[in-house]
């Protein structure tokens, strides 16, 4: 059974940062596109970030380029967004995805979801 989990959000001041980790288990992580998701209350899910199997290509949406960075550790079927200098309209819930192989900017297009991790940014 594939299952992803999502953990790391919180709350953070503006200007700091968080580091989310997202485990997978019953499949292999090296065959997966993983997608970072967010959904702030009111608004549409939106990719921010996706990295496809062979983690040649990791695609960052502009809202948060030079900010977040996405790393995966297949070997530990782990995959992370380091999420530097936050803002206010970061706030959201963070998600990770799966899909086969390769990325997709469409939320639809992903099988495997976690269940979502708050992060929170306010002074």
């Known amino acids: 059974q594939l299952k992803v989990v999502e953990s790391g959000g919180g709350l953070v001041q503006p200007g700091g940062s968080l580091r989310l980790s997202c485990l997978v288990s019953?499949?292999?992580?090296?065959?997966?596109?993983i997608g970072w998701f967010r959904q702030a209350p009111g608004k549409e899910r939106e990719e921010i970030s996706c990295?496809?199997?062979?983690?040649?290509?990791?695609n960052i949406a502009d809202s948060v380029k030079g900010r977040f960075t996405m790393s995966r550790d297949n070997a530990n079927n782990s995959v992370y967004l380091q999420m530097n200098s936050l803002k206010p309209e970061d706030t959201a819930v963070y998600y990770c995805?799966?899909?086969?192989?390769?990325?997709?900017?469409?939320?639809?297009?992903?099988?495997?979801w976690g269940q979502g991790t708050q992060v929170t940014v306010s002074s």
């Open positions: 995805a799966a899909r086969f192989n390769y990325c997709s900017n469409w939320p639809a297009d992903f099988g495997s």
């Open positions: 990295s496809s199997s062979s983690a040649d290509s990791i």
């Open positions: 019953g499949f292999t992580l090296d065959w997966y596109a």
